[in-house]
């Protein structure tokens, strides 16, 4: 494995349109398909595992069903395969804006993957992702629906997902794109933006964390700043980036190296 791999989540609020159902930004997923393209191409030997959230596809159903606290009646469960739907839609989008990048990516959806209990991956064999990566392609993952033994169905987010494969395949960084410019030390009122959060100082800002501006059923901000933390706790080496998307040129330049947004580290 090369010693270059990133981890990129290109988040739900900046690929699509959070607060109207079924609404992709096109616009954007085109030129972050070809941000990333042009990363690889300026060096060889960046490797990268994208994730994407669902964003106005998976989070409405979702939240209609409540999928992932669990599924359990026959509604639920139709329910599950809407979100399912969902999230299939957005990924078929995503892929063709990469395709169009003529990038080499190809997708493993969760729901086909992994299982899961109380709400944590269960099972998921790497493999598959490993090869990818080794023979050069960019291999594609998603917030998704996933079969779990004890609640019979639930969501499990695009950091979730890598929190899990962080163990097996680990990354250098982590890149998570949305459309904040960091993690606001006072969100809403957005005045102070951090730049950086270690373990010790999450006590200290996690009454201003709030979870998302925007429906967000896997967590939001704040959730996504605590499993970031967990991460690089049991991988000190590790760091991440929490940044905007919205800038042309960011997840150009994080891929390449320069870190933007709040730096999240030991």
Do not use: C
């Amino acid at each position: 494995m090369s010693p270059y791999l990133i981890y990129l989540k290109l988040g739900g609020s900046l690929i699509t349109d959070k607060n109207h159902p079924h609404t992709a930004r096109l616009d954007v997923l085109e030129r972050l398909a070809n941000e990333i393209a042009t990363a690889r191409s300026q060096d060889q030997d960046l490797q990268i595992l994208l994730g994407h959230g669902s964003g106005s596809f998976g989070h409405f159903p979702a939240s209609k069903y409540k999928t992932r606290s669990g599924v359990k009646t026959a509604e639920e469960w139709m329910g599950f395969v809407e979100v399912w739907r969902e999230a299939k839609g957005l990924n078929l989008l995503v892929m063709h804006a990469l395709e169009k990048a003529s990038l080499p990516a190809i997708a493993f959806p969760p729901s086909a993957m992994v299982t899961a209990h109380r709400g944590m991956v269960a099972s998921w064999n790497p493999d598959p992702l490993r090869y990818a990566l080794g023979e050069g392609l960019l291999p594609v993952i998603h917030g998704d629906v996933v079969f779990d033994a004890a609640l019979g169905g639930t969501i499990l987010s695009t950091e979730d997902l890598f929190t899990h494969l962080a163990q097996h395949i680990p990354p250098v960084r982590i890149l998570l794109a949305g459309i904040e410019p960091g993690v606001w030390a006072d969100f809403p009122d957005n005045t102070h933006l951090l730049p950086e959060i270690i373990p010790g100082s999450l006590r200290e800002i996690e009454n201003g964390l709030s979870g998302s501006a925007a429906m967000d059923v896997t967590g939001g901000m704040a959730d996504k700043v605590r499993q970031v933390l967990s991460l690089i706790e049991a991988f000190p080496k590790l760091k991440a980036d929490i940044f905007s998307g919205e800038i042309p040129g960011n997840v150009q330049r994080a891929l390449l190296g320069e870190s933007i947004g709040t730096t999240i580290h030991i």
